[in-house]
């Protein structure tokens, strides 16, 4: 049974506070890695993706991939209000196969 | 780039009629797309993975008679939730992987269709 989990929160931290979300995944033959956000009422929007061991920085988020210990995050530096969502931890085996979600973490960030 | 678009954006529909779903990659080509079902407070569930020019897979406990799925060029993905009950209520999305991804299977989402069966 391939899994993704995440800790469902809620993740609350003050505006201009840095957001830690975390994942682990229990596949080692994953290849792909993804944080999606979604607002309630909405669909999934990708904000980053990440293949290869490390750091991944775009903007004030940088995603954190380590194999080895098959775990992934997701840091929101600057945290605003308008980052308040669920994020979804998202993982694939190949190209072409259907993503496996965790069920998510929601961030609430306060003014 | 990346868009996907879904019709309609919200539907309700009477006990024992049909719906459907259309689903478009609009600036790429989607070999491969995904239909995805969200219930309230709850995550995604994936109900079927559609491929182009063939039959979809569906995923267990979905009824493939129920929601039929038809893709029929590599820009349009359709689901029809057949003889629909309310318990059909819900949030569906599609999802689309553009062709030619070798490794990375990034897949880019509709905005959704929110179905209520009264």
């Known amino acids: 049974q391939k899994e993704v989990e995440q800790n469902s929160g809620p993740l609350s931290v003050p505006e201009g506070a840095i957001a830690s979300l975390n994942c682990t995944y229990s596949?080692?033959?994953?290849?792909?890695f993804f944080w999606y956000r979604q607002y309630s009422g909405k669909s999934p929007e990708l904000i980053m993706s990440i293949y290869s061991n490390g750091d991944k920085e775009d903007g004030r988020f940088t995603a954190q991939l380590n194999k080895a210990s098959q775990y992934v995050s997701l840091l929101i530096r600057d945290s605003q209000p308008s980052d308040s969502a669920t994020y979804l931890c998202?993982?694939?085996?190949?190209?072409?196969?259907?993503?496996?979600f965790g069920k998510g973490t929601t961030l609430s960030v306060s003014s | 780039g990346a868009v996907v678009s879904q019709h309609p954006s919200w539907v309700i529909c009477k006990s024992g009629t049909s719906v459907k779903i259309e689903c478009r990659s609009l600036?790429?080509?989607?070999?491969?797309m995904f239909w995805y079902r969200q219930f309230p407070k709850q995550s995604l569930m994936l109900m079927a993975t559609s491929n182009e020019g063939s039959k979809a897979t569906y995923e267990q406990g979905v009824e493939k008679d129920k929601f039929l799925i038809n893709h029929a060029s590599l820009t349009l993905s359709t689901l029809t939730v057949t003889s629909a009950h309310p318990e059909d209520s819900s949030f569906y999305i599609c999802?689309?992987?553009?062709?030619?991804?070798?490794?990375?299977?990034?897949?880019?989402f509709g905005p959704g269709t929110r179905l209520t069966v009264l």
């Open positions: 999802s689309a992987s553009p062709t030619g991804q070798k490794i990375y299977n990034e897949q880019f």
């Open positions: 596949d080692r033959g994953s290849q792909s």
């Open positions: 600036d790429f080509q989607a070999t491969t």
């Open positions: 998202a993982v694939t085996l190949q190209a072409g196969t259907a993503l496996i």
